[in-house]
């Protein structure tokens, strides 16, 4: 089955500064990448998702790149705010979803 | 709210009960799946259905384990014989799987401590 690393496991970050999560997978036939934010309590909600066919996606402060050769995908968050501060996941999608153990992103106003 | 919904959202039992959870799927999808999730892990598979059809198992779940999808709309899933293990939030989600891609939409979640 497919494997999937996160780093780093805890984020610290200034207001308006960028943080970066990243991801790595065993399986090349994974095809479809997606990040979710997790708050307290919550289920995890969609926030981007990146397919095997692209190298990068972004959505307003979010970026996602995806290095297939390597068998890496990142998240980008730009000028970060207090509401960004979350646990965040990434999975990758073969036969069924593997996530990773996930980022605690804390944004200090 | 259209989103996918769980019932109960909390659950407190005694080792050795039996426990039952509900999801309600985003409508028009044909897809649902149940995930386990424990403190600081992310989310691990349990079951998917395809409409009624449960087409998937881990080897995570246990005979204890089981869950139905009867007319491809809402699922349960039930846990036999509750151990302490168990305690964890039961994640549902739905998507509609058209292709080859495949948008999971996660339910709030159902959390259990078995104590």
């Known amino acids: 089955g497919e494997n999937v690393e996160q780093h780093p496991s805890t984020l610290s970050v200034q207001e308006g500064d960028s943080a970066v999560i990243k991801c790595t997978y065993s399986?090349?036939?994974?095809?479809?990448f997606p990040w979710y934010k997790q708050e307290l309590g919550k289920g995890p909600q969609l926030i981007i998702d990146?397919?095997?066919?692209?190298g990068e996606k972004k959505d307003q402060r979010i970026a996602v790149t995806l290095n297939k050769t390597a068998k890496h995908f990142s998240l980008h968050i730009t000028e970060t705010q207090p509401e960004d501060s979350a646990v965040y996941f990434c999975a990758a999608n073969g036969d069924q979803f593997y996530f990773g153990t996930g980022t605690s992103l804390t944004v200090i106003p | 709210d259209t989103g996918v919904s769980q019932d109960p959202r909390h659950k407190i039992t005694k080792r050795g009960q039996n426990v039952t959870f509900r999801c309600d799927p985003i409508?028009?999808?044909?897809?649902l799946y149940w995930y386990r999730q424990t403190l600081g892990q992310g989310p691990e598979f349990l079951t998917y259905?395809?409409?009624?059809?449960?087409?998937?198992k881990s080897r995570l779940l246990s005979d204890r384990f089981s869950a139905e999808r009867p007319k491809g709309s809402f699922s349960t899933l039930e846990i036999q014989r509750t151990e302490q293990g168990d305690s964890a939030m039961y994640l549902c989600a739905s998507s509609l799987a058209l292709g080859t891609y495949n948008e999971q939409f996660f339910g709030p979640g159902t959390r259990l401590t078995v104590l």
């Open positions: 409508s028009e999808h044909n897809r």
């Open positions: 399986d090349s036939a994974s095809n479809y």
């Open positions: 259905f395809q409409n009624e059809a449960q087409l998937e």
């Open positions: 990146i397919r095997s066919n692209v």
